[in-house]
């Protein structure tokens, strides 16, 4: 098993930035990709942003693409999402998601979750 809890969420007014972390226990983290989600109120829960095991290779939601930057520091088991130029339509909560050997858009397919963390950005 992989227990991950985030942390970083908060209130922002558009335009400003938040840091999100999770760190990860349970297992070898350097074993798993890493993931962040998120799901917004009346709406499906949408991916964000995977890194690969060793960080080499990122992907990211178009939406999001050139504002957010996820990466991992395998020695502190923990995975960031930094998130630039906010928006109100980042508004969401924000889950982090670990898997052995997935590392794709689809949400089914991640093992782990967090529970969440919130993500409100005022116009």
């Known amino acids: 098993q992989v227990q991950l809890v985030e942390s970083g969420g908060g209130l922002v007014q558009a335009g400003n930035s938040l840091r999100l972390s999770c760190a990860a226990s349970?297992?070898?983290?350097?074993?798993?990709?890493m993931g962040w989600f998120r799901q917004a109120p009346g709406k499906e829960r949408e991916f964000v942003a995977t890194?690969?095991?060793?960080?080499?290779?990122?992907y990211y939601a178009d939406s999001v693409k050139g504002r957010f930057t996820i990466s991992r520091d395998n020695a502190k088991n923990t995975v960031y999402l930094q998130m630039n130029s906010l928006k109100p339509e980042d508004t969401a909560v924000y889950y982090c998601?670990?898997?052995?050997?997935?590392?794709?858009?689809?949400?089914?397919?991640?093992?782990?979750w967090g529970q969440g963390t919130q993500v409100t950005v005022s116009s």
């Open positions: 890194i690969t095991w060793s960080g080499g290779s990122t």
């Open positions: 998601a670990a898997d052995a050997e997935y590392y794709g858009t689809g949400s089914k397919s991640w093992d782990y």
């Open positions: 349970g297992r070898t983290f350097s074993n798993y990709a």
